[in-house]
Each structure stands twice: as C-alpha cells, then as structure tokens.
C-alpha cells in the first residue's frame, strides 16, 4: 500500500509568481485536504476536495485554489504568491465514511518565495 | 468552535525521565482528539488518537495520553524520555467546516531530550 506523496520536496519561487503543488493520496482514499504550516506553527486547514470538488475551505484568499483529479490526487495552486506564502505545505488523505475520517499526511513541500 | 491550546512551547527533560506535553481543548460537542509528532524536515506521524473509546489512549513509541471530560484537557506522557523523541509535537482536535472534517492544530511544543 503506497502512502500519501508530495512533490516537489522543496520550492523557491519570487514575489507576484504562481506555484503549483502536488499530492497523490494513499490508495482507497478518496478525500484530500491542504494544510498550511507557517515556521514555528502548527498546519492551518486551507481547504478540503471531495469527489473531485472543494467541500470546505478555511480562512485563506482566493488565490489560493485546487482541483482533485478522477484518481484523487490533487494539485495546490498558489497565485500572486507573497512572502507569507513561504510555508511547509502538508497534504492529508482520507476516506470518507461518515464519523470520524483518519487523515494520512504526506512529507510535504517546503516553498519559499522571496 | 473547537480549538486546542499546547501549554509550553519548549519543554527539555533528560534522557529516562518522564515527558508530559500539556494540551487543552474547547469544543461544542465530543471531540476526537489526536497527538502527532513532526520531526525535522518532515509531514505529521499519527501518535494516538482518542474517538470516544477508552479514555486513557495507548499510541506508538511508548506514548499515552488520558482523556479528561472534566478538564478538557488530553496531555501527553511517556514514562521514560529516549534521545529519539526529540521532535515537535501538536495537538488536535477534529471540526466540521462546510461539511468537511478538518484538523486544527495548537501551536506545537518542541521537546528536548537531553543526555
């Protein structure tokens, strides 16, 4: 059984650039979710895709912004990306099922955008 | 909404001695409560995970953590502290947003073996 993978391991990108981030979720899993981890913090929840669609999403902006694919991988699509970008971004599948839903993280993808 | 709270940002113990990471939540209705651990450069590893069973919860690498409805609190313990536990540990608790489960993290709290 393949667990969650993330690429690439690490980014630099620069100011006003966009960025695309990549997930492939552990087999049998069929939701994904994004999380942000800022240095010194723990992961904020930025959203959830679900069957191809976004299914809730936290307190980040518009440029943030996803697609799952038909086999629920996922890409993180960053624009207009800003020095508070830089940040471990953690990826986390799970199967939904009602009650409680495990989420399996991946290794992540460090960007730092200067 | 539900939040947790991670007393200490930093705690050092020595090496055989006893390690207890302090953790607190607020929530509306029973929560589902977890331990991960991140060491560097790494994702999140699942250490326990508390569901409503048992309320003192047994994960890997010799942790537990007890679950105390009159507290709100889980906190984390291992009887005796190893170098390799040496890491970062969150706190968290499940919630619902638009109808997506999500995880919200504490802050973290960086344990420190010394020899």
């Known amino acids: 059984e393949t667990g969650v993978t993330q690429s690439p391991t690490h980014l630099i990108k620069t100011r006003g650039q966009q960025v695309t981030l990549r997930c492939s979720s552990q087999?049998?899993?069929?939701?994904v979710s994004w999380y942000q981890q800022a240095l010194g913090q723990g992961p904020q929840f930025i959203f959830q895709?679900?069957?191809?669609?976004?299914?809730g999403r936290g307190n980040f902006p518009p440029r943030f912004s996803g697609l799952q694919f038909p086999n629920y991988s996922s890409e993180l699509n960053v624009n207009a990306l800003e020095l508070d970008d830089s940040a471990l971004y953690l990826c986390?599948?799970?199967?939904?099922?009602?009650?409680?839903?495990?989420?399996?993280f991946g290794p992540g993808t460090r960007l730092t955008v200067l | 909404a539900q939040s947790v709270t991670q007393l200490g940002s930093h705690v050092s113990v020595s090496e055989g001695a006893l390690v207890l990471l302090r953790c607190n939540y607020s929530?509306?209705?029973?929560?589902?409560l977890f331990w991960y651990v991140q060491y560097p450069n790494q994702g999140l590893q699942l250490l326990l995970k508390?569901?409503?069973?048992?309320?003192l919860v047994k994960g890997i690498n010799g942790f537990e953590a007890e679950f105390k409805k009159s507290e709100t609190s889980f906190h984390l313990t291992k009887p005796s502290a190893h170098m390799s536990d040496a890491a970062e540990y969150f706190c968290?608790?499940?919630?619902?947003?638009?109808?997506?489960?999500?995880?919200?993290f504490g802050q973290g709290t960086r344990l420190t073996i010394n020899p």
């Open positions: 986390a599948s799970s199967f939904a099922r009602g009650g409680y839903n495990e989420q399996f």
């Open positions: 087999s049998g899993h069929n939701t």
């Open positions: 895709y679900y069957r191809e669609e976004e299914n």
């Open positions: 929530s509306s209705v029973p929560p589902y």
């Open positions: 508390y569901t409503s069973a048992a309320t």
């Open positions: 968290a608790v499940t919630t619902s947003i638009q109808g997506a489960q999500k995880l919200v």
